[in-house]
């Protein structure tokens, strides 16, 4: 079964750091574009940041640029978003996704992992 | 705000088809092919629908369609059934200085 399992959410203070991971299994993870999206309590979708399979291009949205760090080990078929500086802002379920072969669509989706920012 | 632009609340009865809507910018949804859409229900992870504009994941029923002219895309959902109650986002590929995109969702009430 093709499944991706997030982990490492939780409470953080402002300022502080997190560091999220997500298993993959039942693919080819390293020949796969990998994706972090998140989504705030009762608000929209946000994509926060993508990796394509051989680390060659990484994108980060504007908010998260300098603060937030994807990176993946395709050995151990897993994605990871190192999150420093974290503000009240990025309170959200923090969702891994796979790109889909033709690229740029999330075809697969993790069950998410909420990260919560407060003092 | 949202880079592309939905309509917050869509409605329709059962059997009945309604269409939501999707409004970017040609540097988004009308520079590229690369429009999806995905299905949320509550506390759920959202589910792919719709890609590459008009294409559909196997699995996703028929009834489910998707469409684009210029710089606005639409998901047409005909045959309503009560299981398409759901939160419905399109997202777009942006170039590589915002990349992806989403919108900022439409909440489907099946009537």
């Known amino acids: 079964e093709v499944q991706l399992v997030e982990s490492g959410g939780g409470l953080v203070k402002p300022g502080g750091s997190l560091r999220l991971s997500c298993a993959a299994s039942g693919f080819t993870f390293s020949g796969y574009t990998m994706n972090w999206v998140r989504q705030a309590p009762g608000k929209g979708l946000e994509w926060v940041s993508s990796?394509?399979?051989?680390?060659?291009?990484?994108y980060y949205e504007d908010s998260v640029k300098g603060r937030f760090t994807i990176s993946r080990d395709n050995a151990k078929n897993s994605l990871y978003l190192q999150m420093n500086s974290l503000r009240a802002e990025d309170t959200a379920v923090y969702y891994c996704?796979?790109?889909?072969?033709?690229?740029?669509?999330?075809?697969?989706w993790g069950q998410g992992t909420m990260v919560t920012v407060s003092s | 705000q949202s880079a592309l632009t939905q309509p917050p609340s869509a409605s329709g009865s059962p059997g009945q088809s309604v269409t939501i809507s999707c409004t970017g910018t040609?540097?988004?949804?009308?520079?590229?092919?690369?429009v999806s859409w995905y299905q949320q229900h509550p506390g759920k992870a959202p589910k792919l629908m719709i890609y590459?504009?008009?294409k559909r994941p196997s699995g996703v029923p028929d009834r489910f369609s998707g469409s684009k002219t210029g710089n606005t895309a639409s998901l047409t959902v005909s045959g309503l059934q009560a299981e398409d109650e759901a939160d419905y986002y399109c997202?777009?590929?942006?170039?590589?200085?915002?990349?992806?995109?989403f919108g900022g969702g439409t909440k489907l009430t099946v009537l």
């Open positions: 990796l394509s399979s051989t680390n060659t291009y990484i």
């Open positions: 040609s540097s988004d949804v009308g520079g590229y092919n690369f």
């Open positions: 590459e504009v008009t």
């Open positions: 996704a796979r790109d889909s072969r033709s690229g740029y669509a999330f075809d697969i």
């Open positions: 997202s777009s590929y942006a170039g590589s200085n915002n990349y992806m995109v």
